[in-house]
Protein backbone atom coordinates (compact mmCIF):
# COMPACT_ATOMS: atom_id res chain seq x y z
CA UNK A 1 0.00 0.00 0.00
CA UNK A 2 1.37 3.69 -0.07
CA UNK A 3 2.79 5.08 2.43
CA UNK A 4 2.97 8.92 3.52
CA UNK A 5 3.41 11.50 0.73
CA UNK A 6 4.46 15.41 0.92
CA UNK A 7 4.65 17.48 -1.80
CA UNK A 8 6.65 19.32 -3.03
CA UNK A 9 9.97 17.44 -2.03
CA UNK A 10 11.79 20.57 -2.51
CA UNK A 11 10.64 24.41 -2.06
CA UNK A 12 12.49 27.57 -2.13
CA UNK A 13 11.52 30.74 -1.57
CA UNK A 14 11.91 34.23 -1.09
CA UNK A 15 12.09 35.70 2.15
CA UNK A 16 8.57 37.05 3.38
CA UNK A 17 6.84 34.75 0.52
CA UNK A 18 4.11 32.76 1.64
CA UNK A 19 4.38 28.84 1.41
CA UNK A 20 2.01 25.91 1.46
CA UNK A 21 3.46 22.24 2.06
CA UNK A 22 1.06 19.35 1.37
CA UNK A 23 0.75 15.83 3.36
CA UNK A 24 -1.45 12.53 2.51
CA UNK A 25 -1.60 9.89 4.90
CA UNK A 26 -1.77 6.55 4.85
CA UNK A 27 -5.98 5.69 4.15
CA UNK A 28 -7.12 5.26 6.78
CA UNK A 29 -4.59 6.97 9.41
CA UNK A 30 -6.95 8.88 11.71
CA UNK A 31 -3.53 11.11 13.36
CA UNK A 32 -1.59 13.29 12.09
CA UNK A 33 1.31 15.23 13.24
CA UNK A 34 3.76 17.44 11.43
CA UNK A 35 7.52 17.93 12.44
CA UNK A 36 10.40 20.12 11.73
CA UNK A 37 13.89 18.77 11.67
CA UNK A 38 17.09 21.08 11.06
CA UNK A 39 20.47 20.43 10.25
CA UNK A 40 22.38 18.22 13.07
CA UNK A 41 18.78 17.77 14.95
CA UNK A 42 16.09 15.07 15.76
CA UNK A 43 12.67 15.75 14.24
CA UNK A 44 10.68 18.40 16.60
CA UNK A 45 6.67 18.36 17.12
CA UNK A 46 4.59 21.20 15.51
CA UNK A 47 1.13 19.82 15.24
CA UNK A 48 -1.08 16.82 15.68
CA UNK A 49 -4.70 16.65 14.46
CA UNK A 50 -7.10 13.72 15.59
CA UNK A 51 -9.49 13.54 12.58
CA UNK A 52 -10.52 17.15 11.42
CA UNK A 53 -9.23 19.06 14.72
CA UNK A 54 -6.11 20.60 15.75
CA UNK A 55 -5.89 18.37 19.05
CA UNK A 56 -1.79 20.14 19.91
CA UNK A 57 -0.78 23.03 18.12
CA UNK A 58 1.84 23.85 21.09
CA UNK A 59 4.86 23.19 18.70
CA UNK A 60 3.87 25.57 16.06
CA UNK A 61 6.87 28.22 17.01
CA UNK A 62 4.47 31.44 16.28
CA UNK A 63 1.47 33.10 14.39
CA UNK A 64 3.15 32.56 10.88
CA UNK A 65 2.78 29.08 10.92
CA UNK A 66 -0.93 27.37 10.78
CA UNK A 67 -1.99 24.33 9.75
CA UNK A 68 -5.36 22.77 8.52
CA UNK A 69 -7.09 19.31 7.63
CA UNK A 70 -10.15 19.74 6.09
CA UNK A 71 -11.79 16.52 5.30
CA UNK A 72 -9.56 14.57 8.26
CA UNK A 73 -7.56 12.95 5.37
CA UNK A 74 -5.01 15.49 3.53
CA UNK A 75 -3.59 18.21 5.45
CA UNK A 76 -1.57 21.57 4.48
CA UNK A 77 1.22 23.25 6.60
CA UNK A 78 0.77 27.29 5.86
CA UNK A 79 3.58 29.38 6.54
CA UNK A 80 3.78 33.23 6.27
CA UNK A 81 6.12 36.13 5.73
CA UNK A 82 8.96 33.31 5.82
CA UNK A 83 12.00 33.92 7.25
CA UNK A 84 15.67 32.18 6.79
CA UNK A 85 15.26 30.89 10.11
CA UNK A 86 12.28 28.83 8.91
CA UNK A 87 14.55 26.46 6.25
CA UNK A 88 14.52 23.06 7.21
CA UNK A 89 13.32 19.77 6.43
CA UNK A 90 8.94 19.37 7.43
CA UNK A 91 8.03 15.81 8.07
CA UNK A 92 4.22 14.37 8.11
CA UNK A 93 3.69 11.21 9.70
CA UNK A 94 0.69 9.54 10.63
CA UNK A 95 -0.65 6.63 12.60
CA UNK A 96 -3.99 4.54 12.85
CA UNK A 97 -5.18 6.59 16.10
CA UNK A 98 -4.15 9.17 18.56
CA UNK A 99 -2.71 6.08 20.62
CA UNK A 100 1.11 5.04 21.64
CA UNK A 101 0.91 3.55 18.10
CA UNK A 102 4.32 3.62 15.64
CA UNK A 103 4.16 6.57 13.49
CA UNK A 104 4.98 6.77 9.73
CA UNK A 105 6.85 9.48 8.39
CA UNK A 106 6.91 10.95 4.81
CA UNK A 107 10.24 11.67 2.99
CA UNK A 108 10.15 15.23 4.14
CA UNK A 109 9.89 18.82 2.33
CA UNK A 110 13.08 20.69 2.04
CA UNK A 111 12.56 24.13 2.53
CA UNK A 112 14.61 26.61 1.54
CA UNK A 113 14.63 30.55 1.84
CA UNK A 114 16.54 32.57 0.52
CA UNK B 1 16.33 21.06 27.69
CA UNK B 2 16.92 17.83 25.87
CA UNK B 3 14.39 15.50 27.22
CA UNK B 4 15.98 12.49 24.93
CA UNK B 5 19.36 12.37 24.51
CA UNK B 6 21.59 10.25 22.39
CA UNK B 7 25.29 11.37 23.38
CA UNK B 8 27.35 9.25 20.73
CA UNK B 9 26.82 11.33 17.72
CA UNK B 10 28.66 8.59 16.18
CA UNK B 11 29.49 4.73 16.02
CA UNK B 12 31.35 2.80 13.52
CA UNK B 13 31.39 -1.46 13.69
CA UNK B 14 32.51 -3.92 12.07
CA UNK B 15 30.30 -6.20 9.68
CA UNK B 16 29.45 -8.63 11.64
CA UNK B 17 29.91 -7.80 14.75
CA UNK B 18 27.18 -5.96 17.37
CA UNK B 19 26.11 -2.50 17.10
CA UNK B 20 24.84 -0.90 20.51
CA UNK B 21 23.00 2.48 20.11
CA UNK B 22 22.16 4.15 23.25
CA UNK B 23 19.34 7.10 24.58
CA UNK B 24 18.62 8.22 27.63
CA UNK B 25 15.48 10.45 29.16
CA UNK B 26 14.72 12.60 31.66
CA UNK B 27 10.98 12.93 31.50
CA UNK B 28 9.46 10.33 33.76
CA UNK B 29 5.79 10.59 32.08
CA UNK B 30 7.51 9.00 28.90
CA UNK B 31 5.71 5.20 28.45
CA UNK B 32 6.59 4.57 25.02
CA UNK B 33 9.65 4.24 23.00
CA UNK B 34 10.71 4.16 19.45
CA UNK B 35 13.23 3.70 17.53
CA UNK B 36 13.87 4.96 13.86
CA UNK B 37 16.76 4.36 10.96
CA UNK B 38 17.00 7.32 8.63
CA UNK B 39 18.69 7.40 5.36
CA UNK B 40 19.69 10.39 3.63
CA UNK B 41 16.39 12.48 2.09
CA UNK B 42 14.44 9.95 3.17
CA UNK B 43 12.06 10.63 6.29
CA UNK B 44 12.72 8.48 9.46
CA UNK B 45 11.66 4.56 8.75
CA UNK B 46 10.34 2.75 11.97
CA UNK B 47 12.23 0.06 13.73
CA UNK B 48 11.06 -0.87 16.87
CA UNK B 49 9.28 -0.09 19.76
CA UNK B 50 8.87 -0.71 23.61
CA UNK B 51 6.24 0.02 26.09
CA UNK B 52 7.55 0.86 29.60
CA UNK B 53 6.02 -2.19 30.63
CA UNK B 54 8.17 -4.23 29.07
CA UNK B 55 12.48 -4.47 29.74
CA UNK B 56 13.03 -6.03 26.56
CA UNK B 57 11.26 -6.36 22.47
CA UNK B 58 12.87 -7.94 19.95
CA UNK B 59 12.08 -8.46 16.15
CA UNK B 60 14.74 -10.19 13.78
CA UNK B 61 18.24 -8.75 14.24
CA UNK B 62 16.97 -5.76 16.19
CA UNK B 63 16.01 -5.83 20.25
CA UNK B 64 15.88 -3.08 22.32
CA UNK B 65 16.22 -3.10 26.21
CA UNK B 66 14.79 -0.54 28.65
CA UNK B 67 16.06 0.43 31.80
CA UNK B 68 13.40 2.68 33.96
CA UNK B 69 15.01 3.13 36.74
CA UNK B 70 17.71 4.54 34.73
CA UNK B 71 15.99 6.27 32.94
CA UNK B 72 17.96 4.71 29.85
CA UNK B 73 16.98 2.28 26.24
CA UNK B 74 19.60 0.96 23.96
CA UNK B 75 18.62 -0.70 20.35
CA UNK B 76 21.41 -3.52 19.79
CA UNK B 77 21.81 -4.85 16.48
CA UNK B 78 23.28 -8.24 15.84
CA UNK B 79 24.75 -9.44 13.33
CA UNK B 80 25.59 -5.53 11.88
CA UNK B 81 25.25 -5.19 8.35
CA UNK B 82 26.34 -2.91 5.88
CA UNK B 83 22.77 -1.24 4.59
CA UNK B 84 22.66 -1.17 8.37
CA UNK B 85 24.16 2.23 8.18
CA UNK B 86 22.10 5.10 8.52
CA UNK B 87 21.69 7.80 10.89
CA UNK B 88 19.10 5.87 14.45
CA UNK B 89 16.49 8.31 16.12
CA UNK B 90 15.70 7.57 19.71
CA UNK B 91 12.00 8.93 20.11
CA UNK B 92 9.70 9.02 23.15
CA UNK B 93 5.83 9.44 23.60
CA UNK B 94 3.67 9.93 26.80
CA UNK B 95 0.39 11.75 27.79
CA UNK B 96 -2.63 12.23 25.45
CA UNK B 97 -1.49 13.57 22.52
CA UNK B 98 1.73 11.00 21.46
CA UNK B 99 3.70 13.61 20.19
CA UNK B 100 7.19 12.02 19.33
CA UNK B 101 10.32 13.73 21.25
CA UNK B 102 13.27 12.54 19.25
CA UNK B 103 17.23 12.71 20.31
CA UNK B 104 19.74 13.96 17.92
CA UNK B 105 20.96 10.85 16.10
CA UNK B 106 23.39 8.78 16.21
CA UNK B 107 25.54 8.18 12.75
CA UNK B 108 25.85 3.92 12.61
CA UNK B 109 28.50 3.02 9.86
CA UNK B 110 28.74 -0.30 9.05
CA UNK B 111 32.48 -1.22 7.61
CA UNK B 112 32.33 -4.34 5.31
Known amino acids: GAGVSQTPSNKVTEKGKYVELRCDPI?????LYWYRQSLGQGPEFLIYFQGTGAADDSGLPNDRFFAVRPEGSVSTLKIQRTERGDSAVYLC????????????FGPGTRLTVT | DQQVKQNSPSLSVQEGRISILNCDYT??????FLWYKKYPAEGPTFLIS?????DKNEDGRFTVFLNKSAKHLSLHIVPSQPGDSAVYFCAANGGSNYKLTFGKGTLLTVNP
Open chain 1, 27 to 31: SGHTA
Open chain 2, 27 to 32: NSMFDY
Open chain 2, 50 to 54: ISSIK
Open chain 1, 93 to 104: ASSTAGGPYEQY
